[in-house]
């Protein structure tokens, strides 16, 4: 009876071992590595916005399909919180849930699908992940509002990892194993606030972007 007791404790202590989620921290990056302005005059003097990712990337072949959310914050004088503002190459827009809270359990989810590509093999990926946290248009916007300190993801519904977000202004970066996407099929991402940094004024968490680098574009 011992030896059995011990074998189905083993087992299961393996089982919960296995489902552990892995935890991914966040590494500081600069703005200046991933932000440039849409040209210069002859004097090297900015014309225009800062663009992200401005000139090649990921993005030359990749695309994220569709975006949905559990919520978001209504819209006040024409400002739209829109989950989709994650992942739209602007600093100066955001996702902001829309609870009554701090947004614990609300989410954004993105979904792959390549099926429109004329004559995809599957040879897309992701394996970094780039953030601006917290509503970036203005140091005074991003203190005031709420930025996400952990994030759960779901890959295909399933528990993936904990990112541990920094309380940055500028840019940071988390490494992650090759996610590929397979050719006829949607691949689905959620992210989904699990705890935060709180704002000096207001509940809102924000997210101004969150978007990707990875393979089989070049």
């Given amino acids: 009876m011992k030896v059995k007791l011990t074998i189905l404790f083993l087992y299961f202590s393996s089982v919960l071992i296995g489902q552990e989620l892995k935890i991914i921290n966040a590494k500081q990056a600069n703005d200046s590595d991933f932000f440039d302005y849409e040209d210069y005059d002859e004097n090297m003097n900015p014309i225009g916005?800062?663009?992200f990712l401005k000139g090649c990337s990921w993005y030359c072949g990749g695309s994220v399909k569709k975006m949905i959310g559990s919520s978001e914050l209504n819209e006040n004088n024409g400002i739209n919180y829109s989950p989709s503002n994650a992942h739209?190459?602007?600093k100066n827009t955001a996702w902001v849930e829309g609870s009554a809270d701090y947004g614990i359990g609300e989410f954004i989810e993105y979904h792959f699908n390549f099926d429109?590509?004329?004559n995809y093999d599957g040879g897309l990926g992701i394996n970094r992940i780039l953030i601006a946290n917290g509503y970036?248009?203005?140091l005074e916007t991003w203190n005031n509002n709420s930025r996400i300190k952990k994030l759960k993801v779901y890959l295909n519904d399933e528990p993936?990892?904990?990112l541990n977000l920094l309380d940055s202004f500028e840019i940071q970066t988390i490494e992650i194993d090759e996610i590929n996407f397979p050719a006829n099929k949607?691949?689905?991402l959620k992210f989904e606030i699990i705890d935060v940094y709180k704002g000096d004024k207001f509940d809102d968490t924000a997210l101004s972007l969150l978007m990707f680098e990875g393979t089989g574009v070049h």
Avoid: G, L, R
């Fill in 49 to 51: 916005e800062m663009e």
């Fill in 88 to 90: 739209d190459f602007n």
């Fill in 116 to 118: 429109e590509m004329n």
């Fill in 136 to 138: 970036k248009k203005s």
């Fill in 160 to 162: 993936y990892a904990i």
């Fill in 186 to 188: 949607t691949t689905k």
